[in-house]
């Protein structure tokens, strides 16, 4: 199973990268949305770890505004957000789009494989 991570953070990168590797998925990083969007137009994940902010703006909207753009195309695509700058207000605005769950960072490594675990089972 492939896992894709959308993250401008490099060492959030490596770290979830390393993570799903011990786990056995294969993983692909992306450092911006744009890129994310235009690997998914040649093979798709089984599910996209997705930031919500890529800009000195922590308002999540550059996230919610892709989520939305991944799900106009590929709307059973499965999409954890993830954000440091979390908030149940966009948390909630992220499910009621079509996120399969929220993460906050840092997390918790058990309690992400187990949501990645649970949202793969059920897709």
Known sequence: MT????????????????????AGFDQKTFS???DLLVALER?????????????IDTSGRKGITTLKEI???Y?????MLMTGWATVQ??????KIGAKDF???????QHLLQSIKTILALD
Do not use: F
Not at 9 to 18: K, M, Q, R
Not at 103 to 109: H, L, S
């Open 3 to 22: 896992i894709y991570i959308a993250d401008d953070d490099h060492a959030v990168c490596i770290s979830l990268a390393l993570l799903l590797k011990r």
């Open 32 to 34: 911006q949305p744009r």
């Open 43 to 55: 093979q798709k994940p089984d599910l996209i770890l997705l930031d919500m902010n890529y800009t």
């Open 71 to 73: 799900l106009d195309v």
């Open 75 to 79: 709307p059973k695509m499965p999409v």
């Open 90 to 95: 966009l948390a909630v605005e992220g499910m």
């Open 103 to 109: 993460i906050a960072k840092p997390w918790d490594n």
